[in-house]
């Protein structure tokens, strides 16, 4: 059964029918003998692989019932226990991963989602996949759930302790139960940020597990670790992801068998211990932060906490991961450490560049070289009075010798003081790079020619408030400019006006559009016949737009000057949102026009007293009006939308009332939230299709409502689903509301 799952998955190419055929297949197994049967199965399916993939999998029981993990995670425990056989021209790691990938292949591991990574994915194990693990694992592995029995075998070898903060008492030591598994090769904690629970390791517990080859402590809020971490000699994984940790003890410069150090997501973490280039058999360091799941400014981002590298890391030549070097001026710490570092994968993130005095000095960090980064990030301090000081021929010069391999797929670039950005950039050369960031690149007055790049996808360009046009050459030479890009984003560019074109100057494949904050730019030149989504945020200048036959979704904010002169442009439009407009009423029955539109939001219209009648064009399916503080009545023409679904009012404080409703024969959800001054629902009653209701925040409303003879009691007694301020009222056998349940 498992090899017929199997196979219908590798079969179906549309991922979305997956859920069906794995549900059809639990239903074969929903009587107690037919999930034996499958169990069994998949014992026979685990028989057959391949003999270097039963360990592997056999080990992968330590990873608690629904627990999600990435790949790297997985590959790097299994390099740890020397499950992956070595192949003389291919490195371990790549090994491994083909490993998983048959594992994933033949439905062991399942894709669940799209990680914080963004190129990778999480995956799980089915459950009766796990209990074949497990079954096969015999007593070497075991998941010890601290609120569940569990009986320890001194037999056992890997081991997984799950604890949840809210269940733990703060005298409680997690530790206890396993100090007699002397022989553990594996220890994972396993929590959920254990915020209310400072995890403390005892100070012998190192003395008693000195075979560990696998230590994995993240998420555990861990402020600082024993100095006798330096007894794990056999130490070949160690993690600590996402915890407090300040400063690592000298002593893990002991370990001379630690292949994987990982401290993403550290944002504590003062400094690397000083003989870290005593670890010659280390081959990922990871110091990724990642700064949106941290809710860190970008101001931020370049200010880490890490000053400098360790010493001499520019030894450790074995690095396959090094995610993030920090420049310094300390000695034997500067960016020449990264010149033979050219097994370097994945990303490499290098800030502090204003620091590099010396042109000849980023030469040697022979970027070229390091033709597996994928992902680049080079980053400056973003201090005025230092760009001011510095040498602005030497900044440049040493921004060109930081000339990439053509491999990279994403460049940023952030904080460069320079006025000219490297000729490299504007070249062919970076013929696989598909999205380019460039941020904060104040002294920047022209754009590169990006226009030539054949793969470029996404082009996000910010904070360049030297820049006054852009010219055509921007766009590049070829017939198609752009031959790639989706998505383009021009924010916060403070005196840029233009961007020069000629009337067949086109962009083929741009999809998305977002013009921000750019308080004199004037209007768009370029045709977009793929244009679908367009933002424009913030632009005072804007004279207006052109006609785009594709354009779906379109965003304005703060855009009274222009946008009632463009309506006409906008017939192809489907989901329109207003918001930050200053008018007290909308000029009257200009939307007639939009006769396409289904979704429209208007929200942040402080002014906004009211709407004409018959303003809302008459095919709008969703319809969302929030945060209008003034705002006394809805147009009176919205009990005439017989296509209206969904009706949404936020924060409209001197909103009293709603109008008609009865006759909107389609209308199967309405949400009231936070209009302080509405009373009573529509006397007519609501919709007889109306399915969910949800009032929150109204207090007038919610105080009449509390009386059980309420009119609005007898008017929602049809709807489904109620809601009133997050309380669940029930709807009664005979149709009545019901009481409350939480």
Known sequence: MAIDLGDQLRRENDKGKWNEIILK?????????????????????????????????????????????????????????????????QRVEDTGSTYFDWLVERSFFQRMRISLNRDSYEYSIPDMVHQVAKHTSAEECCVFDLEKPCNLSKT?????????????????????????????????????????????????????????????????????????????????????????????????????????????????????????????????????????????????????????????????????????????????????????????????????LDLVKNPDDSAKANLQEKKHIKRLELLWRRDIELHQCSNEKLIELALENLKPNSNVKELNIVGYPGKLLPSWLGSTYLSNVRSIFLSDCINCHMLPTL???????????????????????????????????????????????????????????LSELILKDCANFQRLAHNFPSLTKLTIEKLPAFVGLRRYPSLKYLKIVAGDDWIWDSWRCLSSVFSLTLSQLSLEIFPASLPKILDSLRCLEISHCDNLTRFPNDWIPAGVTYLCIKDCPMLQELPKGLETLKSLEDLEIQDCKNLEYLPELKHLKSLTRLEISGCHSFVFLPSEGLPNALHFLSINDCPLFSKQFEDLQSPDRIKIKHVFSVWIDQKHFRSTPGGNQGECSN
């Open 25 to 89: 297949m639990g239903e074969r197994c929903a009587f107690p003998e037919e999930r034996n049967d499958f169990i069994s199965s998949m014992r026979s399916s685990y028989s057959r692989l391949p003999s270097i993939l039963k360990p592997c999998l056999a080990y992968c029981s330590i990873i608690p019932e629904g627990q999600q993990f990435e790949k790297e995670w997985i590959v790097q425990l299994w390099m740890a226990q020397n499950f992956i056989a070595k192949e003389s021209e």
């Open 451 to 509: 226009g030539n790049l054949p793969l470029l996808q996404d082009l996000h360009v910010k904070g360049m408030h030297s820049l006054k046009s852009i010219n055509c050459a921007f766009c590049g030479s070829n017939p198609i400019c752009f031959p790639s890009l989706k998505k383009l984003v021009f924010d916060n560019m403070s005196i840029v006006e233009k961007w020069s074109a000629d009337e067949n100057c086109e962009l083929s494949h």
């Open 156 to 352: 056992t070898k890997h081991m997984s302790i799950v604890f949840r903060s809210e269940g733990l008492s703060h005298t409680q030591d997690p530790f206890t139960e396993i100090y007699h598994c002397k022989g553990l090769y594996t220890l994972l904690v396993i929590g959920c940020n254990l915020i209310n629970y400072p995890l403390k390791l005892p100070d012998d517990l190192f003395n008693f597990l000195r075979k560990l080859r696998s230590l994995d402590l993240s998420y555990c809020n861990l402020g600082f670790l024993p100095d006798n971490i330096g007894c794990l000699k056999h130490l070949r994984y160690f993690q600590l992801r996402n915890s407090n940790i300040q400063e690592l003890p000298e002593s893990i410069c002991i370990l001379y068998n630690l292949q994987t150090l990982g401290l993403r997501n550290c944002f504590l973490l003062k400094k690397l211990p000083k003989e870290t280039r005593c670890l010659q058999q280390l081959r990922h360091l990871d110091l990724h932060l990642d700064y949106s799941h941290h809710n860190i400014n970008q101001t931020t981002q370049s200010c880490n906490i890490l000053k400098y590298m360790p010493p001499y890391i520019g030894l450790l030549t074995n690095l396959q991961v090094l995610s993030r070097f920090v420049v310094s001026i300390k000695n034997h710490c500067g960016i020449s450490e990264l010149m033979n570092l050219n097994n370097l994968q994945g990303e490499l993130s290098i800030s502090n």
